[in-house]
């Protein structure tokens, strides 16, 4: 007897359980056992000490492939409806692979400055700073030396810390004596006072993205038809 579809009723599947015995519910119990067992084996590798380099860089590896799509995939996402043209399948492709660049990069970057650091360290017995830099330099021109829309918006973005980050060490390390007032309104009037003299004057050396947001705020607020344009819609899509 079968159940609508053909699926047989719970008390049959019941029964065949039952009828099944011992063999087929150890079995059952054995592939349990097996999967237990190799999570077991798993687990007591990841608490080995002279794999840990070695783990680190592929543990490396992952957290660069999922905090870069995750960064980069609503920014692709965002950036590509607003200002970019084309059908929805071409959008998708671009975000897509704008997504898995910046994923693949910072994983490559992460597991190849964490295998360079374990190596120096092993090499000379010690961990010192110079590590750290030439460990980045090195995956910095591997991974991120092309240059392309993606690594140019990455590499901006580090400069701006950068800046940032020396500017506060030197005045720690007291090369730089404490400001008597907050430098950060002077800092935000001259970023500001730059970018808006580059734009208006010398655009071509603004990044795409950059001069595609400025472009929607500066120059589109300047044209207009009707209330449509003016208060609806950014560009009317007709002819009148």
């Known amino acids: 007897m079968r159940a609508a579809g053909g699926v047989p009723p719970p008390e ?5 359980a039952a009828q099944a015995g011992p063999g087929g519910r150890s079995a059952m119990a054995g592939g349990g056992d097996a999967l237990r067992a190799l ?7 990841l608490q080995q000490h002279r794999y840990r380099a070695a783990l680190a860089v592929l543990k490396g590896f992952r957290n660069g492939a999922v905090y870069g799509a995750k960064i980069r ?15 929805l399948r071409e959008k998708l492709k671009s975000i897509a692979q704008a997504t898995y660049t910046h994923s693949r990069n910072l994983a490559y970057f992460v597991s190849t400055y964490k295998g360079l650091m374990a190596l120096q360290s092993r090499l000379q017995g010690k ?20 240059n392309n829309p993606i690594n140019s918006q990455i590499i901006m973005y580090l400069l701006s810390r950068i800046l940032f980050g020396l500017s506060r060490l030197a005045v720690e390390k007291g090369y730089v004596p404490q400001p008597k007032q907050d430098p950060f309104p002077l800092v935000a009037a001259l970023i500001w006072g730059t970018v808006l003299w580059l734009f208006e004057y010398h655009r071509q050396t603004l990044q ?15 044209v207009w038809h009707d209330i449509s344009d003016f208060l609806i819609y950014n560009k009317r899509t007709d002819s009148k």
Not at 128 to 140: D, K, R, T, V, Y
Not at 213 to 222: H, P, V
């Open 12 to 16: 049959v599947c019941a029964l065949a």
């Open 39 to 45: 999570l077991r084996a798993a687990n007591a590798l």
């Open 73 to 87: 995939g609503p920014h692709a996402l965002v950036m590509t409806f607003l200002f970019k043209s084309g059908s």
């Open 127 to 146: 961990k010192i700073p110079f590590h750290s830099f030439f460990a980045a330099c090195i995956g910095g021109w591997l991974v991120f030396g092309e």
């Open 208 to 222: 795409p993205s950059l001069q595609s947001s400025m472009t929607y705020l500066y120059d589109d607020s300047n």
